[in-house]
């Protein structure tokens, strides 16, 4: 089993079109879209038709994903941007874009031998406003994983690819194919390559690309904070430190 790991698009089509033109160079039997499609960026709707055109793509759904179709801006939250974010997104999408959007799965299981599972979710274990940032200890990998027993674990949320071993579970973040906050513009994505006894290859890829479109559109934008997420795409910084993967 081959797979390719890629998620946090936060509406961001350039970007996502560049990782998957050089996914499709890999040949692999499955994509596995880590979550937050939407949300956070100027076409959410043609980010949604590129991923349901993919024929072998998994996508699952993200925190931002929930917000728009459970209605985070009619609820009482302290985040107007937020608020703006979520109900613009949803006016953006058609019926049938929020209709695919609810249909994806919070978490799912591949098992590609008995016995050896890969959990995938997308920010931690039953929690998909929580996060495994590199920078954690072990033991606050694990507090995180509330018992989780996958040998590999499949994730996005923290906008910074890594691998990582903690004792005898494989951690895998395979985020941002958009926006990263680790230092690094270039979108990235992760092959993962199935060898048997619950050992994967697994490499991280980094695409270089023209940002500076899209960076215009993100600044030109109506949805909110779109200036500074302009910054993040040219930068590879988030302008909140406390949120940096690494």
């Not at 590199?134 to 690819?161: C, M, N, S, W, Y």
Request: with cysteine; hydrophobic share 35%.
């Amino acid at each position: 089993m081959k797979l390719a790991i890629y998620g946090d698009i936060h509406a961001q089509l350039t970007p996502l079109e560049v990782v998957v033109a050089e996914v499709d160079k890999h040949n692999v039997d499955w994509e596995i879209v880590v979550g937050d499609h939407v949300m956070g960026g100027p076409e959410p709707g043609e980010v949604i038709d590129l991923l349901r055109a993919r024929p072998n793509c998994i996508p699952i759904l993200g925190n931002f994903d929930r917000w728009v179709i459970d209605k985070i801006d009619e609820q009482d939250n302290p985040f107007p941007g937020r608020n703006n974010s979520s109900r613009m997104t949803r006016e953006a999408l058609s019926d049938e874009q929020l209709d695919w959007l609810r249909s994806l799965p919070h978490e799912m299981t591949l098992t590609p031998e008995p016995g050896h599972d890969a959990h995938i979710f997308h920010a931690a274990p039953g929690d998909d406003e929580g996060a495994l940032p590199l920078r954690l200890t072990d033991d606050e990998i694990l507090e995180r994983l509330k018992g989780d027993k996958a040998e590999t674990l499949i994730f996005g949320q923290v906008h910074g690819p890594y691998v990582r071993q903690v004792g005898n579970q494989t951690l895998v973040c395979g985020a941002s194919a958009a926006v990263n906050w680790d230092g690094d513009n270039r979108p990235a994505y992760v092959i993962m390559d199935y060898k048997g006894g619950g050992k994967w290859d697994v490499d991280i890829h980094r695409v270089a690309y023209d940002f500076e479109p899209q960076a215009k559109k993100n600044e030109d934008s109506p949805q909110p904070n779109g200036e500074r997420q302009a910054v993040t795409i040219r930068t590879g910084e988030y302008w909140n430190p406390a949120h940096m993967p690494h």
